[in-house]
Structure formats: structure tokens, C-alpha cells
């Protein structure tokens, strides 16, 4: 699948990312950098909606305008944790008012396909839409699906991909509560280096304009892509292996591993073993410090790959060993979360 | 199509029975599973559900649960169902089958109960992340053991039947050669409030189709089918082939469908496309009918433009309630019992047609050849889904 067009919005903009300029946060939970949404989205539209749409919104158009494409033949969404702004409005309207007197508005903006269904009304898009939520395998899910459409003889061209996930005023700071996220004092750009249980998290979106061949306007591709709901660390390495070897990759022709450190010493082992054996020689990033975790932020991942194959550079805030510099040609993505919901993405140079 | 996908298996749990046996005695017997809330907590004693009249205890209890389990109700109603679907499909390993889960509320009906009590009671905490719908089929992935690819999709009222679209692709494209596709969903007073809200959830019992519905009633269900490649399946009993498929976008709102019903007949048509069919091969249609005035007249006006004439059509919601992310598992359900019987099953509580489309769905119990179903689930967000189950050869 090639990658004809995408954009990104995250708690870090892209300048900063390549200026080796990246922004540090003392709160556990920080949101996505302000993006000029009125550039994309009519003032009257932009009131009615929740940051997940806008941010989904915005990257969808950006995507679809550098690969030149009006309207994609579907559009594929990954969504962990969907429209939580407006299912908090609504269920705190039920809890308020004791089930009475309550509005619509929220409720029909709460369904996790908002995204999607608001992109194809935006678009006049009436293809393929669909959209996955499957915790921290959410956007792979979609990257899945998309690469199905090509194999399949449906006349499928192009495939508008994404993943967003936004945060939540009250639902959000739940994870306080639950172990999901550090207590005390944080300095987010520190905590990979952390001796403590739990992550920090934000929200953005990412999406990609895939095409099934290459065009003029190609500048990466997307090989690959697996999902594992449970995986021990022992049979984690022998699917990566096979899944490089389907790929035609020895492992040390792999040139960088963009891996899901957030910090989590319950959690974090998955990555440590993979750093210290399977990928000694290879250059090792690490992203979440910058981003924090959340369900979708592995589009970020494959947004950060896509783009360093493309200027061909290194974001040096992002190393985590001190391997000399390749010129980069193929990298795998691995993730996971509270050791669940595994992927692999493999991504190349043309 | 290249690799022919059949059905080995299903299970099923709805408000007219606790198993496949059960829900179909009700289908042949014209018995609804229409109820005032006795279960689920609301102010809302007039509004008529879909009710399965087994509390979560009871539910946790038949699966021998751990008593700090984290299950949602989903989940309860899921593993059940399930399990009846492996059983049906002799199904004892699972190390690579895969498993596609439609759900929209998650676990909702937790996070309505604790919002307000996470703060201050932490036993409670573990439903935390059951809000969104990964968490449930997590839970029911975890009971079973199964690992590897595990996903799921959640497009509202059409999830499970684009889950079973995807599983059939997943086949199809040799990605795997067994899958469990379905979906399930439980009552909620945020949903049942969500569509009191818009004026479209009926005070009386539904009427599908009919010019006097007055909108719909929420049900609740889980309902899986066991999907094999015809290597797997060659010394099974085949239920049925998922044979088409097509999901399309109306593009026009996100609550209401559009006047023409431009993605249904989309939908519709892809799915007859991909099945290589004709619209006459089409023996029966188990119809989206929710009972709301828009979507009714939506889908009629649709199914008017796909076919010249008309097959008999019912929508068993008139027994269910309508059964969000659910209502496409169990709507497939009963087009292969129908396929497997010969029969169709009424649309209950219809007497007189929509003046502008004039059709009239099947009202009793009618025995048929029935070589091909058609069944319609559409969503919120303009999502459109059309599937075809055909008779085994």
C-alpha cells in the first residue's frame, strides 16, 4: 500500500519534531498543539463538534489534498475510545436530570463511527466506511481492512486510513484512579527512564491517503501489518522474525524499530527484551514521551515513520540507542498496551 | 468469489430465547420478546424493551465467573452466546481462529451505574476501561482463549453485520481460515434515553413497515456465527454460505437516512454483485425495519428500486426490539434458521401499509424454498450494510 498523502496532529507539531525542539509536559494527561480548524471546517460545523471530529476532520482533508484526491474509495477509521467528549455530555445530562428533559445533540455525536460517518458527509463520500475500536489495535485494524480492499477485486483505488482518539474532561482522569497513569510529579520528556507503574496520555489523529499503486505522488509504503490480542514475550520474537522473513527483511537488514515504550515498568519489559536481544544492532526510537499513549497513537507511529523515510532524517530526540545513522529504508512499528492488543507495521522507502 | 465461506456454526441470546432452540420456537410460535424494564434500572417503566430477564449475576453464575470479575452485560450475553456457536461448530482449538466483534455501547451500563462512584469506590475500578467496546470483546476473547487476531468493529446499528462482512473477506483473501464474526450489546439507559431523545423510541410495542409505526424499542442480544473455509468445513454440517456482501455509505446525515435510501440501495446492490445474484434469486429479506417513520419508508423506497418485484420480507425487531450493534448477529441467525427450515418468520403487529411505498411484509409463518436471504442492517454515521446467506448445494 502506498502512501500518496497523510497529516498529523499531536501534542508535538511536526517543525518542533525536526528541530529537535520537542516540548516537555509536568501533567500526565496534556492535549493535542491547536491546529487553525477554520481553514477546514464551516464556523457553523466547527461549534457542533468535539475535538475528535475536528482533529479527524482536519487530517482526513490534509491527507486527501497532498495525495490530490477528492473523494477516496473508503475511508477506514480506528477509534479506541471514540467521541468521549460528547458521551460525557450526554450520560452527565442523564445523571443530572434524572433522565428527563435531555437533547439529542450529544447523543447522535457519541457513536464511535462519528469520525467516519462525518468524514463521508463532508466528502459526499458513499464508498466503504468503516471504522474499528479495538483498544491499542484499533488503527491497525483499519491498516488491515485496507489492505484486504486491495487484494479483493472490488475495484478499490485508494483507501482514506486513520486513527484518532481525543480526551475527556472527567472520563479521561479516570485513569488516575485505575493505574493507567503516573501519580506524582512528571516530567514527561523523563519518563522511559521511570521506576514507576503507569503512562502519561494525550490524543491526536493521523491519516493516510493509501493507494494501491504507486504514483508520482508515492513517497512511502505501508508492507505489512499484524495484530495479536495476547502474545508472551517468547512468541513475540518468533513472530517478528516470521513476520520480517514474509517481508523478504533479515533482521539486520531492518534499519530503525519505532517502539511503544510509555514508561510503565509492568509493561515496558515487552520492549526492553526486544531492545537488549532481537534488536541490539537496529536503531531504536521511542515516541510516547513526546505524545504520550493512547489507543490510536500508533498512526502518530506510522505518520513519524512515513515522514522520516521521506526527509530521509532522524528526529534525534527520539533515539534510544546510539547506532550510527543509516540512510532509512524500512522500519517496524511495534506496540502494546498493559500487554494486550500487540501490532507490527512494517513501512518502507520506494 | 474465490474461497466459498460457510456456516458451521451459531449461537444466540435475545429477549425471545436463551439458545438457538429457544428463539426459534418464538420466531414460529409469533412470540415477541416485548417487556416494561424489570432488569435495567430506568425511570422509563413505559417504555417497552427487548429484555433478557437474567441478571448479571445470573449470567456470571452459568459461566462460573470469579466473583471480582470484570464482565459487562455485553459480555455475559456475548460469552453465552458463543459458546453455543463453538459448540454448534465442534470447535475445540483455538489457536488460529479469529475473532470479529461488532459492539457500539461497551460496557455502558457499568460506566452509567459507577460515573459518579469511581472516585470513591475502588472496587468499582475495574470497569473503568469497560466503557468502549475493545474491553468486552476482550473479556470474551479471554474466556475462550483465543489470542491472535481479535478485533472489532463498531459502526452502530450495523456492526455485527459488517463483522461478518469482514470475517468472510478474512476468509476470502486466505487471511484465515476460521473466524467467529457476530456482535452483542446490552440495554442501557444512555441509549434508551439517547433515542427517547429523539423522538423516535415507540411507547407501544413495534410495527415494522407499518403506516402506523410510531418508532422503535431497544432490545438487547449477542449472536455469533463460526465462519470456515471450505477445506475446514469439508466434513461439517454447513448451515449456509455467507455468499454476499456490501457496505456502502447514505453520505446524508448523521442520524436519518436519506429520502431515496441511496446507501441501502447501495448496500444492496454490492452485496447481489459480490454473490454473482440477480435480484430475483432473492428468496427472502430479513429487512433493517427499526419501526422509525424514516428509516421504514427509507429502506422501502430503496428495496423498491432494486427490485422490480418485491420477495417476501419481514423485520423480526417486532420480536427482538431492536438490538443495536447486535441486531445484524442475530437478524443472520435467523436468516439461516430460515434458510434451514423453509420458512419465513412474520413481521409481527403490521396492519396496514405505508401509502407511498405499499409494501406488505409476510404476517404469518409461511413455509417456502428458500435458496437465498437477503438481510439489512443500517447505522447511524450513514452506515449501510447488506448481506446474502445461501442455501448449501
Not at chain 1, 460528547?86 to 463511527?113: C, G, R
Not at chain 2, 468499582?124 to 468493529?153: L, M
Not at chain 2, 461478518?164 to 446490552?186: E, F, H, K
Request: a negative charge.
Amino acid at each position: 500500500m502506498y502512501i500518496n498523502g497523510m497529516a498529523s496532529i499531536a501534542a508535538q507539531t511536526e517543525e518542533d519534531l525536526f528541530a529537535e525542539n520537542l516540548q516537555s509536559f509536568s501533567e500526565n494527561i496534556f492535549p493535542a498543539t491547536s491546529v487553525n480548524y477554520k481553514e477546514y471546517i464551516k464556523p457553523m460545523m466547527l461549534r457542533r463538534m468535539s475535538k475528535t471530529i475536528k482533529m479527524g476532520l482536519v487530517t482526513a482533508k490534509r491527507a486527501l489534498n497532498e495525495a490530490g484526491v477528492d473523494v477516496p474509495d473508503s475511508i477506514i477509521v480506528g477509534t479506541g475510545e471514540g467521541c468521549k467528549q460528547d458521551t460525557e455530555k450526554f450520560l452527565e445530562n442523564i445523571l443530572d436530570e434524572n433522565e428527563s428533559f435531555l437533547t439529542p445533540t450529544a447523543f447522535i455525536q457519541s457513536t464511535h463511527n462519528t469520525v467516519g460517518g462525518q468524514i463521508a458527509l463532508d466528502l459526499k463520500c458513499t464508498g466503504y466506511n468503516m471504522t474499528y475500536t479495538q483498544n491499542s489495535a484499533s488503527f491497525e485494524s483499519a491498516l488491515i481492512d485496507a489492505k484486504l480492499q486491495f487484494t479483493e477485486e472490488m475495484g478499490t483505488r485508494c483507501v482514506l486510513v486513520g486513527g484518532v482518539d481525543e480526551i475527556a474532561r472527567i472520563s479521561t482522569p479516570f485513569y488516575n484512579l485505575d493505574g493507567q497513569l503516573k501519580a506524582g510529579e512528571i516530567n514527561t520528556a523523563k519518563i522511559l527512564q521511570s521506576s514507576s507503574e503507569g503512562t502519561i496520555t494525550s490524543e491526536g489523529a493521523a491519516f493516510f491517503l493509501l493507494s494501491e499503486i504507486r504514483t508520482q505522488d508515492s513517497f512511502a509504503e505501508i508492507s505489512d501489518c499484524m495484530i495479536y490480542r495476547n502474545i508472551s514475550e517468547e512468541k513475540l520474537q518468533e513472530e517478528i522474525s516470521w513476520f520480517l522473513k514474509k517481508n523478504d527483511l533479515k533482521i539486520d537488514e531492518l534499519d530503525v524499530v519505532i517502539l511503544g515504550n510509555n514508561g510503565d515498568t509492568r509493561y515496558d519489559h515487552y520492549y526492553q527484551q526486544l531492545q537488549e536481544d532481537l534488536f541490539k544492532n537496529t536503531l531504536q526510537l521511542g515516541y510516547k514521551n513526546w505524545v504520550g499513549d493512547y489507543n490510536t497513537v500508533t498512526a502518530y507511529a506510522c505518520w513519524l515513520g512515513a515522514e522520516i523515510l521521506k526527509r530521509k532524517e532522524i528526529p534525534q530526540q527520539l533515539k534510544l540507542n546510539n547506532l550510527p545513522l543509516k540512510q532509512p529504508t524500512s522500519i517496524l512499528v511495534y506496540n502494546q498496551y498493559l500487554g494486550k492488543n500487540h501490532s507490527l507495521t512494517l513501512l518502507r522507502s520506494l | 468469489m474465490s474461497r466459498s465461506v460457510a456456516v458451521t456454526g451459531m449461537g444466540i441470546f435475545s429477549a425471545i430465547g436463551k439458545n438457538l432452540e429457544e428463539n426459534h420456537r418464538s420466531l414460529i410460535h409469533g412470540k415477541h420478546g416485548l417487556s416494561y424494564p424489570e432488569i435495567l434500572e430506568t425511570v422509563h417503566q413505559n417504555l417497552p424493551i427487548g429484555e433478557i430477564k437474567s441478571t448479571n449475576s445470573d449470567l456470571a453464575d452459568a459461566l462460573n465467573l470469579d466473583k471480582n470479575h470484570a464482565f459487562t452485560r455485553a459480555a455475559l450475553l456475548g460469552t453465552i452466546a458463543l459458546k453455543e456457536a463453538l459448540q454448534n461448530a465442534k470447535i475445540e482449538d483455538f489457536i488460529n481462529i479469529g475473532f470479529v466483534n461488532g459492539n457500539s455501547v461497551g460496557g455502558m451500563d457499568m460506566t452509567e451505574r459507577f460515573y459518579r462512584e469511581y472516585e470513591s469506590n475502588p472496587a468499582n475500578r475495574r470497569f473503568i476501561q469497560a466503557q468502549h467496546p475493545g474491553f468486552t470483546t476482550e473479556q470474551i476473547a479471554g474466556y475462550f482463549g483465543i489470542d491472535n487476531y481479535v478485533t472489532t468493529i463498531s459502526t452502530a446499528c450495523s456492526s455485527a453485520a459488517n463483522a461478518v462482512m469482514l470475517g468472510a473477506r478474512l476468509i476470502q483473501s486466505g487471511r484465515l481460515d476460521q473466524v467467529i464474526v457476530g456482535g452483542t450489546d446490552c440495554l442501557s439507559r444512555f441509549t434508551l434515553n439517547g433515542f427517547n431523545s429523539l423522538m423516535i423510541y415507540s411507547e407501544d410495542f413495534p410495527k415494522p413497515f407499518d403506516s402506523e409505526r410510531k418508532g422503535l424499542n431497544l432490545g438487547e442480544a449477542a449472536a455469533y456465527l463460526v465462519l470456515e473455509s471450505a477445506d475446514f468445513a469439508k466434513n461439517k454440517e454447513v448451515l449456509g454460505y455467507v455468499s454476499g456482501y456490501g457496505n456502502a455509505n447514505d453520505a446524508f446525515h448523521q442520524t436519518a437516512s436519506s429520502e431515496n435510501g441511496e446507501g441501502a440501495y447501495l448496500a444492496m446492490q454490492k452485496a447481489l454483485e459480490t454473490a454473482n445474484l440477480n435480484p430475483h434469486h432473492i428468496d427472502y429479506i430479513n429487512a433493517h425495519g427499526t419501526a422509525t417513520q424514516n428509516n421504514d419508508l427509507s429502506e422501502s423506497r430503496a428495496l423498491i428500486r432494486i427490485f422490480k418485484e418485491m420477495p417476501a420480507f419481514s423485520s423480526t425487531k417486532s420480536f427482538t426490539g431492536h438490538t443495536l450493534a447486535a441486531a445484524g448477529a442475530i437478524e443472520a441467525v435467523f436468516s439461516l434458521l430460515a434458510i434451514k427450515h423453509q420458512q419465513i418468520y412474520p413481521n409481527l403487529n403490521f396492519n396496514s401499509a405505508i401509502s407511498d411505498t405499499r409494501l406488505r411484509p409476510v404476517t404469518e409463518l409461511k413455509s417456502t424454498k428458500i435458496q437465498h436471504v437477503l438481510s439489512n442492517s443500517f447505522g447511524f454515521g450513514g452506515n449501510c450494510t447488506s448481506l446474502i446467506f445461501s442455501k448449501d448445494e
